[in-house]
Each structure stands twice: as C-alpha cells, then as structure tokens.
C-alpha cells in the first residue's frame, strides 16, 4: 500500500523572517490550543488571537484549521520517528536503545507537554496520512528497532505496540495526575519494564 502524498499548504508560506516567525507562532499557540481544548474546541479566531494576527493572516499560512492540525501532526510525528532512527544507529545494544528511546520519550513529555498530548489524543485522526517509512513513522521506527533487534518480523508489529504500551499509560497517568513528579524520574522503571517485554515477547 502506498503512503498518501502530502502536499504543501495552500496558503503558501511566506517567505522571510517575519514569515516564518507568525508561523512558528501560530503553530506554538496552536499546539497549546489543540492540546488543551481539541481541535474540534478551537476555533481559527482562538489561535489568531492568542498569535496576535488577524484571522486573514493565519490563512496566508495556513489553508485551513484541519490543514494546520495536520501539518502540526505529521511534522512533529515524523521528528520524534527520525530520532529514534537515530537512536537505533547509535546506541551498541538493545538495552541502551531502548533505554535511550525511553528517557527521549519522557524528556518530551516533560518539556514539551502539548506536544506529546497532542500526538498522544490525537494520533487517531491523523495516523491514515502518516507515511509508511520508518523515518517519519513512530510505529514503524519502533518495528525497526524491533527487527534490528533480532525480534522476528512476523511479531514486530506486535512486541513493538507492547513497548509503546509501557511508555505511553505512564504518561497517560502523568497526564491526569496520577503519577507525580517529572516522567524523566520513572524513566531508569520505564525501561526496565520495556526491556522485559521486548526479550520475552520477542522470543519465537
């Protein structure tokens, strides 16, 4: 199955500093906006003011509020699948891989929280147009890793979803206060656990 072209934003982006200053802050106070009310919850008057634009300077960004939450997803997506890419080359063994993916994983959750709820709660929407190369695919980075590992590919995808599970519900917790303090804290257990799952499942 071929994964689904993007195409570039409609609006154009204007070139030049100034340009690319608004569009680095629509997408910040996007972010913040999307994360915290849902994309459905924001409305294009929400993110241009809280930018400091006019609604018709947000369009010559952006086509539309959909396209900005899409291009949002995609980019940021493909970022944290590149790094761990970058991770799997680096790192001698499996136990520093994951180890390093985790912490990775957790420093985003603590520094950037928007940004990993807004990949987290609204991976569903935008996952049919995320192409299929592990380079700008987190799943698929993660089934690299896997494979690389010596985890037969048949259960890749699965032992893959099962690591991803360890990281993610601890920060659902974080998310909802369940589990206090910075998630960089638990990330030494997260791995751990990860570990556990990836050479005992990984096993034919």
């Known amino acids: ?63 539309s509020k959909e396209e900005l939450a899409r291009e949002l997803f995609l980019t940021r997506y493909a970022a944290l699948a590149a790094e761990i890419c970058a991770i799997d080359d680096r790192e001698p063994d499996l136990a520093s891989r994951l180890a390093a993916v985790v912490a990775r994983a957790c420093r ?20 049919g147009s995320v192409p299929e190369g592990p380079e700008e695919n987190v799943v698929e980075a993660v089934a690299r890793l896997m494979r690389r590992a010596g985890v037969p590919a048949a259960r890749a995808g699965l032992v893959g979803a099962m690591a991803l599970g360890c990281v993610v519900q601890p920060a659902v917790f974080a998310l909802y206060g369940r589990i206090e303090g910075p998630l960089s804290a638990q990330a030494d257990a997260i791995a751990r656990a990860v570990t556990a799952v990836v050479e005992g499942a990984g096993k034919p």
Do not use: C, W
């Open 108 to 127: 985003l959750f603590d520094t950037e929280p928007a940004l990993f709820a807004y990949l987290l709660i609204h991976q569903h929407e935008h996952l």
């Open 1 to 63: 199955m071929n994964a689904p072209r993007r195409t570039p934003s409609r609006g154009g982006v204007r070139r030049g500093r100034d340009g690319a200053d608004t569009r680095a802050r629509i997408e910040a106070v996007a972010l913040e906006l999307f994360a915290g009310k849902g994309v459905a919850g924001t409305s294009v008057r929400d993110i241009a003011q809280g930018v400091g634009v006019s609604e018709g300077a947000l369009y010559r960004h952006f086509a």
